[in-house]
């Protein structure tokens, strides 16, 4: 895996900053997308994270800077399942099919829309609970339910906010192969985690943000113990195990 | 049986029995976007506004009330809208502000100059006296224009009610979106409003689409069964508003309350799991930083 991209630029932020009313969230953030890309941002809670995705979404505006895109960039975005409200009265075919607005002006699926809908379901292997309500699902179905609806728009550019955050290790690892897949499949992969040695270790590129971008680079450049100092406030220890960098709370400051 | 068709004899009845039918299914329909949008403060405080349009039209052009007070509810949304977005005030501080003036002003009109329509009281709690063929044309539009764009803008509007974020992200308008759906909500409020009454009118917008979200988890379904149950109130309310001679819109609104509670009993600790989240829908779509 490439991580860092080496095609065309997707989206870039040149000196962005962003929040929320008068909060400032980011500052000063100079960062790029690229072809080929697999990227994630890592950082406590409330760094600014989710804030970072939704500028590379393109659903929040920056405050100040410039944010650039390739022309007609398909983007999906994959949210944080601790956001979704599991109580709305949708079944797991309704909530995939949700992403087919453009040029459809009926309200049912036509048959190569139920097509698509099933073949992508089955891609990711839960193509038997389409009539679910999608409460019924596991934390690893419900993840893979949100990938379904994003692969459905055919996207060059994937968004995942926390993908393994409240799911058990099988599905973390499920899920880190499964995106592994897309990425071999050319598809540019951001996400955003917390989760330093289940899932930060294990992708090819890190961007360490804390309100700004504290350092980028592969596992083994930032899993450090002065950049995550930076990044999370507090010291930790990082060990070497097979070429992978496992961090340790440091023993001088536990307790 | 006699009975049940003795008063389908009066004209008036039979304007009433349609009028009602047809507002308890339109607010039934809209009210499953409203209630699953955590928007039914929305409903409750544009009833209110419009009440401040409607009792100026009939002061002023009583003929063209339902343009006036139409444009009046639509203008009332779009400021709470606006004012919600761009000031630190929120949606419910907004509502608050906006739609009790609008009610405030409704009320010293009605108290000064009076009214060419519909009595104080009517207004307040409905009443199907005097219903004329305006109304049920204006009621027949409206309800044929709530269902052409819930049509044509289903996916749309089930995308954005679940997850403005992602359609945002995805080309939908979201904007443009909710303005369609205030100014289908304020002409919905307003063509049922002599018949439910203000202060009730947002009754009718939450409790079928509440009672539908207990028997289902389907969202077309409840989308059917919340226009059914609107419907149903409708008439038997209005039966029963005949017999015990009380404001329809009370008698609607005590069936529905009725229709709940049946429901909650045969559904019982599962119905009311479903709702639990209707109420914070807004914030769980966007609390993540």
């Known amino acids: ?255 | 049986m006699t009975d049940i068709l003795e008063p389908l004899q009066f004209a008036f009845f039979q304007k009433g029995l349609l009028v009602a039918a047809l507002s308890g299914a339109l607010l039934g329909f809209i009210g499953v976007y409203i209630v699953l949008r955590g928007m039914s403060y929305i409903g409750h405080g544009l009833s209110h506004a419009i009440f401040g349009g409607f009792a100026a039209m009939q002061l002023f052009a009583a003929q063209l009330y339902i343009v006036g007070a139409g444009l009046w509810g639509v203008l009332s949304a779009i400021s709470i809208t606006a004012v919600s977005r761009r000031s630190r005030v929120g949606a419910d501080a907004a509502i608050g502000v906006i739609t009790t003036a609008s009610f405030a002003l409704g009320v010293a009109l009605f108290a000064k100059f009076g009214t060419s329509g519909p009595s104080f009281e009517n207004a307040l709690f409905g009443s199907i006296l005097g219903i004329s063929a305006t109304q049920i044309w204006g009621l027949v539009g409206v309800t044929l224009l709530t269902v052409a764009v819930v049509f044509l803008r289903y996916r749309v509007l089930l995308f954005t009610t679940f997850d403005p974020d992602v359609a945002q992200a995805s080309g939908v308008r979201v904007a443009r979106v909710e303005a369609l759906l205030m100014t289908i909500l304020s002409l919905a409020i307003l063509a049922t409003l002599t018949v439910i009454g203000v202060t009730l009118v947002a009754a009718m917008l939450v409790i079928p689409a509440v009672i539908a979200r207990m028997l289902t988890n389907s969202f077309g379904r409840m989308l059917a069964l919340s226009t059914g149950i609107g419907t149903l109130c409708g008439l038997v309310g209005m039966y029963l508003s005949y017999y015990a001679s009380v404001p329809s819109g009370t008698m609607i609104v005590l069936v529905g309350a009725a229709v709940f509670l049946v429901v909650l009993a045969i559904t019982g600790a599962r119905g009311l799991r479903r709702t639990a989240g209707l109420d914070s829908h807004r914030e769980s779509v966007s609390t993540a930083r």
């Open chain 1, 1 to 255: 895996m490439t991580g860092t991209g080496v095609g065309e630029a997707l989206v870039t932020l040149t000196d962005v900053s962003a929040g929320y009313g008068n909060t400032h969230v980011l500052h000063d953030i100079n960062f790029t997308v690229r072809e080929d890309q697999f990227t994630g941002i890592l950082g406590p809670s409330g760094a600014g994270k989710t804030t970072m995705l939704r500028l590379l979404l393109g659903s929040l505006k920056p405050q100040s800077g410039t944010i650039t895109r390739a022309p007609k960039l398909a983007v999906s975005y994959v949210p944080q399942l601790e956001t979704v409200d599991w109580n709305f009265p949708i079944t797991v075919f309704e909530c995939v099919l949700m992403s087919r607005t453009a040029r459809r002006l009926l309200p049912w699926a036509t048959p190569s829309e139920k097509a698509d809908v099933a073949s992508v379901l089955e891609r990711l292997g839960i193509g038997d609970l389409s009539h679910r309500h999608i409460r019924e699902l596991s934390g690893g179905q419900q993840q893979r339910m949100f990938l379904a609806r994003a692969l459905l728009r055919k996207p060059a550019m994937l968004l995942l906010d926390e993908p393994t955050s409240g799911v058990d290790f099988s599905t973390r690892h499920d899920v880190l192969h499964l995106l592994a897949d897309l990425h071999e499949d050319g598809m540019s992969i951001v996400l955003t985690t917390h989760d330093l040695n289940g899932m930060a270790a294990h992708l090819p590129h890190l961007v360490c943000v804390n309100h700004h971008i504290v350092a980028s680079g592969t596992p083994q450049e930032v899993i450090t113990p002065e950049v995550l100092e930076g990044t999370f406030g507090a010291r930790m220890e990082v060990l070497q195990h097979l070429g992978v960098p496992v961090v340790v709370e440091d023993s001088r400051t536990a307790g």
